[in-house]
């Protein structure tokens, strides 16, 4: 049975950005809820809570709701209108089919002035004779009743027989409550028996069988085998009428008459969940496990995989040296459940957790690979540029150097305009012991005894 949680109540407001503080509007129906837990402290500023077709019982934890306008428990097995109070803005209460038969508790409702449009359509109060009148006359700020409008000859009429009314209604509330007593016993009963049933064993410790009954004979464990045999000899014709029972525990529970209570309707809630739970145990035993996927070979080579059947394509442009993939993605999934991961020599891309995987047919760059997604079609663009082979593209110019001597770049000294750096230190440099000469390491002095060196006073000596 599930129970209200913020996860809960965050993926319900994903309208709000997932923030539940701030909250105006949550729709919590169908989710098996039995009791109404920390909406009034986590969301203080809801106007519209929807809470039908659940398995809510009582009416709680709301009262702090002072913006609430409108609530909706409408299937649910709610039994008392009470705990209202504080909601002081609230406009519209609908209570469709539930198990309403205290039709005085409705005066609660009187704290609730701004209160306009109530439903107790399929309620066992609704049967009441003078039900209509009573409430009429016990909420005079009402507009609306189980969907009619109330009107001033209506209510006028309804107000001069309020004693009358108010003796009958009394009267059936008490034999209503009398009948819910016996329903209770019923269902407590019922119950009980259900649990003995379940744990029945013979005095030998054997396990009930699929219909429920123990056997200890082994020849004979399957009733009315006679029966059986005898109408497959008449040809089928004929069906065996031994009784009422049934081997089908489905067909049996579900034809068995009770009454509509909120006991017998969370007992076929029970039911159907135990019956699911099963299915699912059965059919993960069934499946088989899932292999591994495979993406790289043993011997490391990477495999072309297309796990989610998408179509593709795949084209070379030669002349911006480019590889585009084309990927025929859904139109309307949303983009964050796409992943692209591109490689030097393959592509991957995950799509709802599902992987194709390509191999290029040349190496690509990865970090200059741009991907696009058109807003039209959902098709996903990869553009890979290629990597430029050695050899290939235009060729760096060589230039010959001349065997002998060094070539200047001459300049005329009267075009200079700026100040002539070159005079600043003097060419030859003096100490106090005399003229600086160049000191000369042994591979300075090796390299000036080679043929054809030429000593350019402008480059330094090598150190």
Known sequence: VSVVTEELIRRRAEHNNCEIFSLEEVS?????????????????????????????????????????????????????????????????????????????????????????????????????????EYVITSLPQLKWLDGREIGRSERIRAGQSLEAVRRQIREQERKYLEKRERQKLEAQRSLEKQGQKRSTTDAKGNEPGFDGRCYTDIENTIPGADENKENEEKGGAEETGTGP??????????????????????????????????????????????????LVSKEGRILNVNEPKLDFSLTENDEDNLIVLELAVYRHMDTSLLDVDVQPTYVRVTVKGKVFQLVLPTEVLPDS???????????????????????????????????????????????????????????EKTTPLGPLKPLLTPATARICDCEGFEDDPDVPPLI
């Open 369 to 427: 690979s741009v991907a696009k997604r058109s807003q039209t079609t959902g098709r996903l663009q990869l553009t890979m540029p290629k990597v430029r082979e050695k050899g290939l593209g235009s060729p760096m110019p060589c230039v010959a150097r001349p065997a002998k001597g060094v070539e200047k770049l001459e300049v005329d000294p009267s075009a200079r305009s700026a100040v002539d750096v070159t005079n600043i230190v003097s060419q």
């Open 28 to 132: 919590l129906h169908q989710q098996d809820i039995e009791k109404i837990e920390y909406i009034d402290k986590w969301c203080r500023d809801l106007k519209i809570l929807y809470l039908q077709n659940n398995l809510i019982s009582r009416i709680e934890n709301v009262n702090r709701l002072k913006k609430l306008e409108y609530l909706n428990l409408a299937l649910n097995n709610i039994e008392v209108i009470e705990n209202l109070e504080g909601c002081e803005s609230l406009q519209k209460l609908d209570l469709t089919v539930n198990f309403i038969g205290q039709l005085s508790c409705v005066e609660s409702l009187k704290h609730n002035i701004h209160l306009k449009e109530l439903f107790l359509v399929g309620n066992p109060c609704t049967d009441f004779e003078g039900y209509r």
């Open 245 to 294: 029972r049934t081997d089908d525990p489905d067909k049996e529970f579900w034809e068995t008459p009770c009454d509509f209570t909120p006991e017998s309707r969370l007992e076929a809630h029970r039911y159907v969940e135990e019956k699911r739970r099963l299915r699912d145990r059965d059919r993960e035993k069934d499946e088989k496990p899932r292999a591994a996927k495979t």
